[in-house]
C-alpha cells in the first residue's frame, strides 16, 4: 500500500512539473530560439536555407508573372498572345 502511494505521489508531481513548464512552451518564438544559436548550428543552417529558398521562390514567382504580363500584350512574343490565359 505504501508502495502505491508513493507512486502517486509521483506521478501527480510529474504531472504538476509537466503542467508549469508546459505553460511558457507556447510564449517562445522559434525565430528568436534559432536566432541565439551558434552559427555552426544544424537548426540555424536548416532555418536560414528555407528562409533564402522561400525569398528565391517569392522573386522567381513575380518575374514569371512580370514577363507572363508582358508577354500576353505582345503578339510578336514566341509564345502569343494567348499563352498567358493558357489557350
Known sequence: ???AWV???MVAGGALLARAL????GKTDIGERIA????TSPPKWIYTNVTAIRANTERILALLEE??????????????PDAARGG
Open 1 to 3: 500500500m505504501k508502495k
Open 7 to 9: 507512486i502517486a505521489a
Open 22 to 25: 508546459g505553460s511558457g512552451v
Open 36 to 39: 541565439a544559436m551558434p552559427d
Open 67 to 80: 514577363q507572363s504580363l508582358t508577354s500576353a500584350g505582345d503578339p510578336s512574343s514566341p509564345l502569343g
